[in-house]
């Protein structure tokens, strides 16, 4: 919906801060082009800044920052909250007047009535910050799955926070560098865990999480909503499949709230043509579809399973098709918009798919994202379900003291096989780590440790990151099934700092608002709740969620391999792309930093090329790092 902005801290200079302010906002400008706002508190303490995307009431009464009736509360905010027309009935019969009928002046009232608690009222997908001037303090708060992005940082004792991170890189004297801990579980995760960023002193906050700056000058950060909440093990399947499909038409049709155009980006895939199947239930004009293919190569080109299912619904479809001349131009605005490397090539076709819609005259967009990582639909998940059984546990048979002893040799000969994602495992057993690390797990330990040799033998391991996330689950459910524990770290991991970013990011940069119907927090609840066999019986991915939408969208569909939202990178870095993968690194002076070691870049780069190695994603990464750090930390644009 929008970008926010803030300064916040004790006797700011109001017109030097306001100034400020508005600079930061306006890096966000495709974040919002349908209007702007700064407001300055009379105390000296806080400065709001805001750029509207208008989608809920249209008129000026939306306008930004806004504030309660008296002028007490105020509130810089992004996104949606879906049972706003509900709340507002009961705000009114408590005695609130509206001037909107924004979801913005809903959450004021609601917080003059409960505080920073009123967010447990709140369903929807937002960021905001507000500043109460009656005790001032700042609150700013992260919805509960993480779908809209939320960045602070410290800076000469003011807190500076936005939607993305180069609007606090504009705030003058802020020291842009690296931090190179996150650099480090940036390659074995394609992106930075939170609370990090891959700029030194800024932070994440996490999802389900809000802070609090109180008058004295303290900070915290506290938890308000976790997935864990409810547990299916005692219900029918029939019970659970009646459930789903209301749940999911509910969470569908709320999300078409928008005074503006909306549609569906369809790949022909389950959860996208569920999207559209129910979407035309309910409605009386045709859904408008987007879709988006890749000319060169017919593996990664669903188009004819997209017009399928848009023919069968009556759909308004719209395609692109996207080749590597595309991905050239875009690599400066991937690098500008992304803020930090988001290593999912998907990025690309996504932004495409995006502009698509926008020049169609749509503004807001139902997507697919979630109901892979919530009912257990990727293949890979099976595959390391049946690892865990076969190799782990076996492997945790063995006494420790001998299993640390053949481990060395093991991994030795494993890595010089070419076998390292299997020599990690035996290193994982033997370190007494998780065995499951994320669903795009990339480098692994020992190769990080050739690829940054000045700085991986003194890091974090990146199991570090893994372990904190399984401590809390270990410790509000005991006991906890193996598949319950993998979804919950990719609740809390890829899924919003990689897969609900660059969806964000990415159709953002056109104006286009992304909407999650598979991530609302109620689908997400009874998801976690399921066990393992309720999700994959007989050893079908998704079994649940297959079985729940029979009958709405045809079988065919339902039923097919899963083919996925790919990009042909393998072979683009085998032509045109390895080329500029080898000037960019050469030419970039994160060599004489020595961040990574460009000769072992190179090497992955010559593996690949022969036909040795597929090396392909450890490239993109790589390649986004070097670019970015081009970009951000050396002030240097890309060109060919």
Known sequence: MCGIVGVVGPALDPSLETATVELMRDTMVHRGPDGYGVWASNDGRAVFGHRRLSIVDLSEHGHQPMTNEDGTVWITYNGEVYNSPSLRETLIGKGHTFESHTDTECILHLFEEMGADCVNELDGDYAFAI????????????????VKPLYYAWHDGKLLFASEIKAILAYPGFEVDVDEQALHHYLTFLVTPTPMTMFKGVRKLPPGHRAILDRHGTFRIERWWDSINTDRN????EENIDELRRLLRVSIEKRMMSDVPFGVFLSGGVDSSTNVALMAELMDRPVDTYSVAFAEDPDFNELNYARDIAQRYGAQHHEVIIDWDDLVDFLPGLVYHQDEPLADPVCVPLNYVARLAKGSGTTVVQVGEGADEVFCGYTGYMRFL?????????????????????????????NRKDLGQRSDVIRRAAAGEEFFWGGAVVFTEDEKARIEPGFAPRAESSARVVDRIYSEIDRRRPGADVLERMTYLELHQRLPELLLMRVDKMAMATSVEARVPFLDHRLVEFGVGLSLEQKTLGGMPKYLLKKAVEGIIPDEIIYRRKQGFGVPISNWFRGDLGKIYRVVLESSSIRDRGLISVEEALILLEKHQAGVEENSFKLWILLNLVLWYDRWIDGKQFSL
């Open 386 to 414: 049946q690892g865990y059984r076969r190799e782990w546990r076996g492997l945790n048979t063995i006494p420790k003291p001998l299993l640390r002893a053949v481990a060395g040799p093991a991994t030795r000969y494993l």
């Open 234 to 237: 005692g219900a029918r399947e």
């Open 131 to 146: 500043y109460d001037t009656r005790n001032q303090e700042v609150v700013l708060v992260r919805d509960r799955i993480g």
